[in-house]
């Protein structure tokens, strides 16, 4: 166990950061590409493992742009902004964000295994929002007072970045809280660092006193590779419920057959769609922007093709709002 452990740490500190780097192990002439080479603000990062998932020498692969800074980035759209979704004014206690009846969200780190540049993350880093171990006390209390939650969702950044022992105590901790009903953990480390799924979460998962939900986030059926699909065999063995968001993205995942395979392959290793997000409208965000009208003749498409349990709903986050809106 504490070698699984050490290696998706391992991995992680071995993602790709660097810009040149990255191009030369995928063989792509980043001369040709209009990248964005001072990035600092928010630093390109990419595990391995979901780096294998793109295909090389593809300048436009659905995957490499999902973590390649562009000059783009640099562009200001009419409707863009720094926080588009006005979460910070939700906030209940320092990391606790209680927005929508029933449920409350911690906000459990501000980081990320991969930095995802259609993200409104990157303008927010959520460091001085999350709930460090002192902050988690008051939070676990918060719960207690609130009889009406009957739902925790873990967020962040990525939940799943938190170490075994972590996560587990504060599971432990969570399913004694009688009037919860749900664990929700919402992440994308199983989908792009799979070795994530270690065998004491699992145990954890499998004895957790409450039904656990996790919502996975993957965009594009490339995402789904072996790695993934046996960490999702071994989730869902030990009773948890699989479901995805996506956010829909322009260049990425903005096609009928994109939008298809993703959700048969997702079923086909035990996921159900949920969501497909319409863009967060943050700055830096508009090259991967589809409009609503565009996502509503998606939406009709795939209709046509895929049962109505493989069709994601199509939901759009309206600040304020006292629940995701959906669009139809
Ligand atoms: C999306 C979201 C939720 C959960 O909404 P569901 O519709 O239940 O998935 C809860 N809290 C916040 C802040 C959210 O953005
Ligand atoms: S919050 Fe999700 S979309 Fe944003 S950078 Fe992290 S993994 Fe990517």
């Not at 009846?101 to 999350?130: E, H, K, W």
């Not at 739902?151 to 938190?162: A, F, K, N, V």
């Not at 392959?265 to 609503?292: E, N, R």
Request: charged share 20%; proline share 6%.
């Amino acid at each position: 166990m504490e070698l699984n452990n050490t290696s998706w740490q391992q991995q992680l500190a071995e993602a790709f950061t660097d810009l040149n780097d990255l191009c030369r192990h995928l063989n792509i002439a980043i001369e040709d590409l209009p990248v964005l080479a001072d990035h600092k603000a928010f630093p390109l990062k990419a595990p391995r493992s979901f780096v294998d998932c793109i295909e090389a020498g593809n300048p436009a692969d659905p995957l490499l742009r999902q973590v390649l800074p562009l000059q783009q980035e640099l562009s200001d759209l009419p409707g863009f902004s720094a926080d588009p979704v006005g979460d910070l004014d939700a906030l209940a206690e320092a990391g606790v964000l209680h927005k929508y009846q029933g449920r409350a969200l911690f906000i459990m780190t501000g980081a990320c295994a991969i930095n995802c540049r259609y993200c409104f993350r990157r303008n927010f880093p959520y460091s001085d929002v999350q709930l460090t171990p002192q902050r988690q006390a008051r939070a676990i209390a918060y719960l207690k007072t609130h009889p009406d939650i009957s739902e925790i969702i873990l967020s962040g950044g990525d939940p799943m970045l938190l170490s075994d022992d972590k996560l587990i105590a504060l599971i432990r901790q969570l399913e004694q809280i009688p009037h919860l009903e749900r664990i929700r953990i919402h992440s994308r480390l199983p989908i792009v660092l799979p070795a994530r799924v270690t065998p004491a979460l699992l145990d954890c998962l499998r004895l957790c006193a409450k039904p656990v939900v996790i919502v996975l986030h993957a965009n594009h059926g490339n995402e789904l590779s072996d790695a993934v699909k046996g960490a999702c065999g071994q989730l869902k063995n030990q009773g948890v419920t699989l479901l995805n968001q996506s956010v829909l993205l322009k260049g990425v995942n903005d096609t009928v057959s994109a939008l298809c395979e993703l959700n048969e392959k997702l079923f086909s290793i035990g996921v159900l769609p949920y969501y497909l997000h319409m863009l967060d409208k943050a700055s830096g965000t508009g090259h991967f922007a589809v409009s609503q009208e565009q996502a509503l003749l998606l939406m009709n498409q795939i209709k046509k093709h895929l049962p109505g349990y493989l069709t994601p709903k199509l939901v759009k986050e309206v600040a304020g709002a006292p629940n995701k809106i959906m669009i139809s």
